[in-house]
């Protein structure tokens, strides 16, 4: 139980560590917010409303935020009301991250954790009164065992059989149990004293021996802020001048579609080329492996997508191209009625095409640069 609740624990406090020790300036002068919502790798609507809320309810987001994450957490340790009201205080902030962006599980799995912060008291009155009953007498029992008084007798029982006490077999489990808890504890406060002693002398070889099994890691959420926001989009051609654009399932494309609510679920296909777009095509094996799979229309491939606009055939050309997005301004979604507005910046990735022999080439983009107009 308190692996857990250090597990929590470690989640948010490292967290707020990692941003003032990143060095991002956003997060020193408060401003990490001012494009959050449109920015992460899939945003909502609810986080296009919040967006245009006025710079001092984004520099006060940032200021709380990492007042919670770096002193309130700390209330985890403390005993009865302070517990429950560190409860409701991060349990409310993360229902207005779930709401404003798609983190898939992960809010959901610290949502859930926070549940230790509460103790039974505080629980039991939320309980059908049935298993009420029951846990007032498991816990009078447990209460007798705690203070030596033997169990009453069961007069079912064989009176020669011999009492042995706790049993061997128990005992080893506990003793194991007990040095891997121990061991995955260690593994988790050596780097969480790294974070603040960079040669802090204890041994690193337990560390290094569980890594394998990646049980143990270092939490570090949102340390340096994404500044811009770039989507890679996928186009077919049949003669290198005009294209149409494969629709994707989650993540923004059509600039009239409203941002939507889908996490738990995790698109992880979406997911990656958000990260993909932050780096280089050459960087990231995904998006010419989509285009090779889109010039034979793979359907594993196409159910990726929302649809194939080459249904009868594939295109003889394929290629992904970047385009940089904003959230619209309220003026335009007022006129326009648009979510976002969207800027062509170039190619991403050499624009493929499938030889006689299945393998594939490069086309010289030059002639095939015209953006896909929607």
Known sequence: MFLLLWEWFRIYFQSGVVKLESGDPTWRNLTALYEYYQNGPLPTWIGWYLQHLPHWFHI?????TLVMELILVWMAFLPGHWKTACFFIVTMWQVVVIATANYAFLNYLVLILAILL????FLRRFLPLRWRDSLDEEAHRTGNAKLGKPPAPDMKANPLTPVTGVDS?????????????TWIFYATVVPFAQMFWRGVPLPAKPVVWLEPFRIANQYGLFAVMTPHRYEIEFQGSNDGQHSEAYPFRYKPQ????RPRIYAPYQPRFDWNLWFASLGSWQQNAIVPRTEELLLVNDRAMLR?????PFPDAPPRLVRAVLWQYWFSSLEEKRSQDVWWRRQFLG??????????????AIVDDAIVSSPFQP
């Open 304 to 308: 990726l997508f929302s649809g194939n």
């Open 347 to 360: 190619i991403y990735a050499p624009t493929l095409t499938e030889l006689p022999d299945g393998s594939f």
């Open 254 to 257: 059509d600039v009239r579609e």
């Open 118 to 121: 509460l103790d039974d008291a």
């Open 169 to 181: 077999l128990t005992t080893i489990r506990s003793g194991l149990l007990a040095a891997v808890f």
């Open 60 to 64: 006060a987001s940032a200021a709380a």
